[in-house]
């Protein structure tokens, strides 16, 4: 399953989320997308995938909001709580439990490239991914679903479901200098 919805999210939500992550207050913490970090549970699958596309290892800005199994949360996380409530109450429409949010930031590279294939959680297939896209960009999710690659284009607002089991990655934009999405992922109860 995967889809894509645009105009649910309340304009007052779209500015301030972009408000904040825009923000001097706003800290940021370099990850590692790296295949070694990533790959899952040893099947080599991630690996074939990164072959066959020339994926490539990049590095990223991020600012966890909120996860489950350490209860961390982010003094911005109330802000981007009710994001997520606009999320399950017009799209998803469940009893939802959330696992993990977190805010990923890439930059401008020279080339157009896919990042390395993945899934968000390893250990347990039995969820649902969300992706909210913070601002208009270049730099397109890829995600790989029935032997196909599927590419969806950023666009402030617009909100990508689907789920948690498919492999997917990220692209850095060639155009744009940013860009900027809210990666979550639930389950239902």
Known sequence: MIIQKKNIIKKETIEEINNIVSSEIFNWNLYDEGYTKTKHLGTGFEKKL??????????????????????????HYPYFYELFKQIVNKMIKRDVELLRMKVNLLFKKENKTINNFHI???????????????????????????????????????????????????????KNNLRKVVNINFRYV
């Open 50 to 75: 990164n072959k066959k596309y020339k994926s490539t290892d990049t590095f990223q800005l991020v600012h966890v909001l909120y996860k489950s199994n350490t209860r961390q949360k982010s003094m």
């Open 120 to 174: 968000d959680d390893n250990k347990d297939l039995n969820f649902k991914t969300a992706i909210y896209y913070i601002d208009d960009t270049d730099g397109d999710t890829v995600i790989y679903d029935n032997k196909k690659l599927k590419r969806i284009k950023p666009e402030a607002g617009k909100v990508l479901l689907f789920d948690g089991d498919l492999y997917h990655a990220s692209s850095n934009p060639t």
